[in-house]
């Protein structure tokens, strides 16, 4: 069974004055309310990961710091991060083809974004209305016969939203 976790990025800091939205870095709370997620979903994937997961961030750098401090957690070197343009500011469908890029090899996949796209996202593949709060994951299983290149509209069942 194939399982996706959609993990929005921690609290960040509010816009400054000549700052761009994408800028934003995590503040001292969203690295805390990081690090406690990351041990939750820590427990949620004993005895994972295992070389099986693709880790995806958007690029922007709050959920950059925050996909870093959930590799730290979990163990898995920063390396293994895969830094994706194209999840910042993105519409839901435009983050799914972003995971229908990825291989069948994988078992598991965890995507660190922004809202309301990931929201929005789980919603679509799930039928089950949510909406992240930050550092908030998404826990979804992909159904029967489904993988990441076919995910689409009803294709996964939400299992739970977990974090802070």
Do not use: W
């Not at 805390?32 to 997620?37: G, I, N, R, Y």
């Not at 070389?51 to 293994?80: G, H, K, M, V, Y």
């Not at 895969?82 to 090899?105: C, F, G, M, T, W």
Request: some cysteine.
């Amino acid at each position: 069974m194939k399982t996706l976790y959609i993990i929005r990025h921690a609290k960040a800091e509010h816009q400054q004055l000549g700052q761009t939205d994408f800028d934003r870095s995590l503040t001292f709370l969203g690295t805390e309310q990081a690090q406690a997620s990351a041990r939750i979903l820590e427990r949620e994937l004993a005895p994972y990961p295992t070389t099986a997961t693709r880790i995806i961030t958007s690029d922007a750098p709050r959920a950059l710091q925050t996909a870093e401090i959930f590799c730290e957690t979990l163990n898995i070197p920063p390396s293994a991060l895969q830094q994706e343009p194209r999840i910042y500011e993105a519409h839901y469908l435009q983050i799914l083809k972003v995971i229908n890029d990825v291989s069948a090899n994988y078992d598991q996949v965890l995507l660190f974004g922004h809202n309301p796209g990931l929201s929005d996202l789980i919603t679509y593949v799930t039928n089950s209305p949510v909406s992240l709060r930050t550092s908030e994951i998404g826990c979804l299983t992909l159904d029967e016969g489904t993988d990441f290149s076919t995910l689409s509209a009803n294709t996964a069942s939400l299992k739970s939203v977990i974090g802070r």
